[in-house]
C-alpha cells in the first residue's frame, strides 16, 4: 500500500515570553507573552519507498518541521495555518502508531546490551500473537541489517562504564525505532557525532528499509556526498521558508539556473547548498 505524507501552506509558530531587561525594568513591567514564527508557508510531500532529506543552516527551521510533521508539537507549538496530511486526510492517534521517531540524544539504558535493548523494545512494540520465535528472528533481522551483529552482547555502557562505540550507540537507537518495522520513520540528524564511514553505513542501510517500502524523513547536517545522493527527496529551508523542495539530484541544477553560480569542482553539492542558502537568508 502505498502512503503519502504532504504538508501545504504549513505556518508554524511557538510562543515566547518577553522579559523586560534589567532589574528595576522587570520588577515594575510585566512580561510579554508573544508568538515567534518558526515555518512560513511549507509545501512538499514524501512517498512511501522514498527518503527525504531536511536540510538548512541553524536555526533554519528543519528539526521544528520533523516535529511538526511526526505530530510531535512542543506545548508551546501551534500550527497557525495549512496543515499535515496522511493519505489525504488530517493525522489521527492511529498514524502516531505508525510512526518511528530517533531522536538526535538516545536515551538508552547503560546496563543492557545491544540485544537487550532491542528485544526489550521489540517486547513492547511487537504484536503478542507474534510469539518468541517469530519476535527473535525480527531483533536478528535488524540487528544484521545495521551492522550490529558484532556488537550485539556489549553493554550500552556510560561515560563511567565503557560499552559500545558513539556508532554502535547510535545504530542500536535505530534498532530500537526498526524492530517494529514502522511504516513511516522520522530521524533527528541520525550522523551527527559519527565518523564519516559509519555515518554511510547507517545511511545504505536506512536506504534499504526505504526500499522495501518504508517512508523515511531525515534531518540532516551538512551529508558527505555520497550520503546526499542516497536522499530520494531534498527540502532545503532558509529562516524557516522553503528554498528548494524536489528530487535531490536536480538541487544543483535548480541554483546554477536560478542564482548564475556553479558548482565548483571537487565540492560537496551538500555543503555547497547550504553555503548558497545561507548567504541569502542573511
Known amino acids: 500500500m502505498s502512503r503519502v505524507l504532504s504538508w501545504s501552506d504549513l505556518d508554524y509558530s511557538v510562543g515566547i515570553t518577553i522579559r523586560p531587561s534589567g532589574f528595576l525594568k522587570s520588577a515594575i513591567y510585566p512580561a510579554k507573552k508573544e508568538r515567534k514564527p518558526v515555518l512560513k508557508k511549507l509545501s512538499g510531500h514524501v512517498t512511501s519507498g522514498e527518503m527525504c532529506a531536511l536540510m538548512g543552516p541553524s536555526g533554519s527551521g528543519k528539526s521544528s518541521l520533523l516535529s511538526v510533521l511526526a505530530g510531535r508539537l512542543p506545548r508551546v507549538g501551534r500550527i497557525d495555518g495549512g496543515g499535515v496530511a496522511f493519505n489525504g486526510t488530517a493525522p489521527d492517534k ?127 547536517h551538512q551529508p558527505r556526498s555520497n550520503i546526499f545522493a542516497s536522499f530520494d527527496s531534498l527540502c532545503l529551508l532558509a529562516s524557516g521558508r522553503t528554498a528548494y523542495f524536489g528530487p535531490a539530484s536536480d538541487a544543483v541544477r535548480y541554483f546554477e539556473a536560478n542564482s548564475g553560480l556553479t558548482l565548483p569542482p571537487l565540492t560537496n553539492p551538500a555543503n555547497w547548498l547550504l553555503d548558497i542558502v545561507d548567504a541569502e537568508s542573511k
Open 94 to 220: 492511529a498514524f502516531q502508531r505508525l510512526c518511528g521517531f530517533v531522536f538526535q540524544d538516545d536515551l538508552l539504558m547503560q546496563a543492557l546490551t545491544v540485544r537487550e535493548t532491542v528485544e526489550f523494545a521489540a517486547k513492547l512494540r511487537l504484536p503478542q500473537e507474534l510469539g518468541d520465535a517469530a519476535r527473535a528472528e525480527q531483533v536478528s533481522s535488524v540487528l544484521k541489517q545495521l551492522s550490529l551483529e558484532g556488537a550485539a552482547d556489549t553493554l550500552i555502557g556510560s561515560e563511567k562504564k565503557r560499552g559500545v562505540s558513539g556508532g554502535e550507540r547510535k545504530r542500536a537507537a535505530v534498532a530500537v525505532e526498526l524492530v517494529a518495522r514502522p511504516p513511516l520513520l522520522f530521524m533527528d540528524e541520525p550522523t551527527s557525532g559519527l565518523d564519516a564511514a559509519t555515518a554511510l553505513l547507517l545511511v545504505r542501510a536506512l536506504r534499504g528499509f526505504a526500499a522495501n517500502g518504508m517512508l523515511i524523513i531525515s534531518s540532516i
